[in-house]
Structure formats: C-alpha cells, structure tokens
C-alpha cells in the first residue's frame, strides 16, 4: 500500500506553546487529508477533512481556530495545535486518500503530551 | 443518523477461528472497511468490500452484506499477535468513513 509518513511521533509541550504535526504522503498524491483524534480506548473522531488548495471542513465542535490545518500541497498537510492545554493530549492520526482511489492510508499517529 | 455498531471487547484462544460482526446504517454505501489497530498505533487496513459476499486474505476474510447492512471479520489460525482492536468503517455517500468504536480482541494461550 501507498506510504503515510507522519512526524513526530511523540511530543511533549508546555501549556500555552503551540504544536505543529506534519503528514505528508510519500509515493502518491493526496488530494483529500483527514485528522483523527483518538481519546484512549476509544475509536477514530474525525476532526477535519481538508482538500489540496482549499480550507479544511471541520466537524461539529471542532474548534478551527484552535486547530489549524493547512494542506498547501498535494503530499503535505500539517495540523497545528495552538495554546495548547493539557486536555488536548491525545492521539493524533492522519490519513490520506488519492482521488482515483477509495482506500485511505494512515500516518504512524502522534502521541502530545501537554504539561 | 449513522451507526456502525460492533462488540466492544471478544475473547478468543489461540489457534481457533473468531468472528467480529458489524451492522451499520449509513447514508449510502461506497464500501465497508476493516482495520487493525494495536495499542499506541495508528490503524492497519485489513479488507475492503463493495460487493455482497466472503473475500478471503489469508487467515482473515470478510463478508458483507449490504441489503442486511451486515459484515464479519473472520480470523483462523488465531496467534497472540492478532490481540488487537478491530475498526469496522463504512464509507457513505459523501466518501466519508464513519467509524464503528472498535472491538478489542484478547487471544488468550
């Protein structure tokens, strides 16, 4: 299958800084990126779906402004986590889908910590 | 509204056969999916079915369905790495995937 490549893997921050994680796709383009967040033993939430060139769609109390999401290219997508709290650790997954194709290929995940 | 609905948590012993149902109700219906996802990792695809009937990969397979919004995740062979949640999604007439909450398989010896 087709390479996500999601960095960093873990992170930890202070309250109140900032926190930025890419998600770029390796070997195809990918016109449609999606955001998960995961709370422990619990499943995927999405959060946003973005398309190349245009703004992100976020889901229902998704705070947009809290969480950026910028998909400038067809291989990279960063979201950025702003004044980060300690109730915005989690789990952060991206995938990414290729228009000419129905399955989405998943990032590695990143695990913030804030503290 | 949309539901996928799957067992929260199975248990099952190595070397048998266990099976993980899912039902959904989504607004249309472009293919069902199944995802394996270890603890502190990002899922793994596993099957994707579009078309009623058994796709066989190896030791896992997948039904589907789709006049019963229904499909199972078969596992053979079963081996202490298969203890994993299994994600079932279905992606629906906008090519969104709405996402069951995951059944967690132990495999005990």
């Known amino acids: 299958g087709a390479v996500v490549s999601q960095h960093p893997s873990r992170v930890i921050c202070k309250s109140g800084t900032s926190v930025k994680i890419e998600c770029r796709s390796l070997?195809?383009?990918?016109?449609?990126m999606f955001w998960y967040r995961q709370f422990p033993k619990k499943s995927l939430m999405l959060m946003a779906t973005?398309?190349?060139?245009?703004?992100?769609?976020?889901e229902q109390g998704v705070e947009k402004d809290k969480f950026l999401i910028n998909h400038a290219s067809l291989t990279l997508s960063t979201l950025t986590v702003t004044s980060a709290h300690p109730e915005d650790s989690s789990f952060y997954i991206c995938?990414?889908?290729?228009?000419?194709?129905?399955?989405?290929?998943f990032g590695q995940g990143t695990r913030l910590t804030v503290v | 509204g949309q539901n996928i609905d799957q067992p929260t948590e199975m248990t099952a012993t190595e070397g048998a056969i266990v099976q993980i149902n899912c039902t959904y109700q989504?607004?249309?219906?472009?293919?069902l999916f199944w995802y394996q996802q270890h603890a502190g990792e990002a899922p793994t695809f596993l099957s994707y079915?579009?078309l009623d009937g058994l796709e066989e990969k190896g030791r896992f397979s997948s039904f589907l369905s789709r006049s019963k919004g229904y499909s199972y995740l078969l596992l053979k062979e079963l081996q202490m790495k298969d203890s994993a949640s299994y994600l079932c999604?279905?992606?629906?007439?906008?090519?969104?995937?709405?996402w069951g909450a995951g059944t967690k398989l132990i495999i005990k010896p």
């Open positions: 079915n579009v």
């Open positions: 070997d195809f383009q990918a016109t449609t």
């Open positions: 989504t607004s249309g219906f472009n293919g």
């Open positions: 973005s398309n190349e060139g245009s703004k992100a769609t976020y």
């Open positions: 999604a279905v992606m629906d007439s906008n090519y969104q995937l709405i």
């Open positions: 995938s990414a889908r290729d228009r000419e194709v129905t399955e989405a290929f």
